[in-house]
Nanobody
Framework: QVQLVESGGGLVQAGGSLRLSCAAS????????MGWYRQAPGNKRELVAH???????HYADSVKGRFTISRDNAKNTVYLQMNSLKPEDTAVYYC?????????WGQGTLVTVSS
């Protein structure tokens, strides 16, 4: 079992930046794919970015070119750098493996982007 704790969210104006962090309770080295998900009010949770242990990255079209995912296996941490934020990026952001482990969802971190 692994516990994931997200942090770094907050209120930011459109065009601003935030860096999210996801700290794992144990080594993430064995998890081939780690991802960031988000859930906006009234919407399903969606995968916005993921990274493999080999370092490749993939992004949803809605965030491509603005978000950057990275992982530090030595620190058991996954990051999401979010630039040029838009009001439609407002959501609770979660990290998890891909596919997601049902028992690993954390509380998430709220990102609110004002126009």
């Amino acid at each position: 079992q692994v516990q994931l704790v997200e942090s770094g969210g907050g209120l930011v104006q459109a065009g601003g930046s935030l860096r999210l962090s996801c700290a794992a309770s144990r080594s993430i080295f064995s998890f081939n794919v780690m991802g960031w998900y988000r859930q906006a009010p009234g919407n399903k949770r969606e995968l916005v970015a993921h990274t493999t242990s080999g370092g490749s990255t993939h992004y949803a079209d809605s965030v491509k070119g603005r978000f950057t995912i990275s992982r530090d296996n030595a620190k058991n941490t996954v990051y999401l750098q979010m630039n040029s934020l838009k009001p439609e990026d407002t959501a609770v952001y979660y990290c998890n493996t891909v596919p997601a482990r049902r028992d690993a969802w954390g509380q998430g971190t709220l990102v609110t982007v004002s126009s």
